[in-house]
Structure formats: C-alpha cells, structure tokens
C-alpha cells in the first residue's frame, strides 16, 4: 500500500466517522467521495468496505454509552438495570423494519439509487425536510428514553427504513421521525445512536458474508485502518452533536444538504 492510498483510506475514515451520526448521510459523503479520490480496489471490496468501516464508528457509541447501555452494571440499582433492559427491547423492535426490509432490497436500492444525481436529490429533499420539521417543532412531549413507548420505538423504526435510498441518512431519517413522534432533540439522536448498534452490525455481517471472508493481507490493513480512523473521528463527532443540539436546532444540516446537493447536481451537469 503507497502513501496516497494510505491518505485516500485516512480520508475516507474521517468522513465516516463525521457523517455517520451527523445527519447529513454518510453513505452520501462516501459516495462522492469515492468519485473523487478512486480507490484502488475492487468492486466488490470497496461495497464491503464502505459498510464494514461502519463498525468503526458503532464501537464509538459502545465506548461513550458504556453504562447507559450495559445492563449487568454493578453500579446499577435493580431498577436501573430494568430500564436498561426495556432500552433494549426498544431498540430491537425499532430495528425490526430496517432488517427485514434491508435484507430485501439492500442490492436494487444501492444498484437504483447509489448514482451521485439521486444521492444529491436526497439530499435536499431531506435539507428541506429538516428546515420545515424544526420551523414546525413543537415542545416535546417526551423527553427521556423511558419516556419512549415501544410503539413509538417502532415507528422510529418505519423512518429508518428511509434510509436505505443512499444519500437519505440513518441517522437523519430517524431523527426527523422520531421528532415528529414528539421527541426531544437529545432523545431522538440518542436513540438514533443506539438503533444503529445492531443495524450496522448486522449490515456489516451480511456484507463480509457476501465477499467471502476472503480477505488479502492489503485488504485487511485496509479495513483495519478505516475502522479505527472512524472510531476516533466518531468519538469527537459524537460529542460536538450532542453538546451542539442542547444550544441549537438542526436547521444548519438542512441548510449544509441543501447546499451541496445543489453543488453536486451542477457539478455533475456540466462535468
């Protein structure tokens, strides 16, 4: 591996990281990204890898959210460890819609919609969607996790299923779902956080069971790199967002989609 693809894979780990729990479509940014820099590897590598550096980025939600997580703490009164446990039970019905439908359309969505015109369309329509959602947004209603219903955990769910046209983002769809469903900011990114833990991991499952498990040695270094780079990048990123949401609205990432959506289009227009 020559230095310029060491800093292409660097790249590409920052971007991961940044994006993935931004609302501003990871897949998207990696997309684009991709048409710019070209990888040199192949096809069928490179779709694996793509989703595969996403582990990266979930294990910086494992590491921050540790203890709100895990449910056998010995710091955890008897009660606090129930609530942990109904989290997670929320989590998996959430999850439910994504993994049925993912495992079904995964191949004629990214094969359909993984163009740069489609991603740029998505991402305005969702740079909009974000600027109306929060011009309307009223006081939420709830405002903690074990506020959250199981019902409306499942209906956060149904929104994240949006996210399987590239360019739409997870996290983005979910939140503005779980929004609309009268969460507060903090809780909607929080839950969009923890409904990734079992989609990426299964994605990422499905994905290095399609390649083969075949990896080279290069192959490896490069999956190893991109994942740790969008672990540490992830850990910041996390940390701006939810320090951010507590002062603002999320009208900036509408504004920021809107934006270079427009730029891409032009760019691909005329280029």
Known sequence: MNIVELLKIILLGIVEGITEWLPISSTGHMLLVDEFIKLNMSDSFKEMF????QLGAI????ILYFNKLNPFSSKKTKSEKKDTIDLWKKVIIGC???AILGFLLDDFLEEHFGGPIS????????????IIVEN???RPNIKTLKELSYKTAFLIGLFQVLALIPGTSRSGATIIGAMLLGTSRVVAAEFT???AIPVMFGASFLKLIKFGLSFTGAEFITLIIGMLVALFVSIIAI??????IKKHDFKFFGYYRIILGIIVIIY???N
């Open 268 to 270: 691909f227009l005329f």
């Open 59 to 62: 294990l910086a939600v494992v």
């Open 193 to 195: 956080f923890f409904l």
């Open 96 to 98: 439910i819609p994504a």
């Open 136 to 138: 309307k947004n009223k």
């Open 239 to 244: 940390k701006f967002l939810m320090n951010y």
């Open 50 to 53: 793509f989703v595969v550096i």
């Open 119 to 130: 991603i740029a369309i998505m991402l305005i329509v969702y740079g909009v969607i974000f």
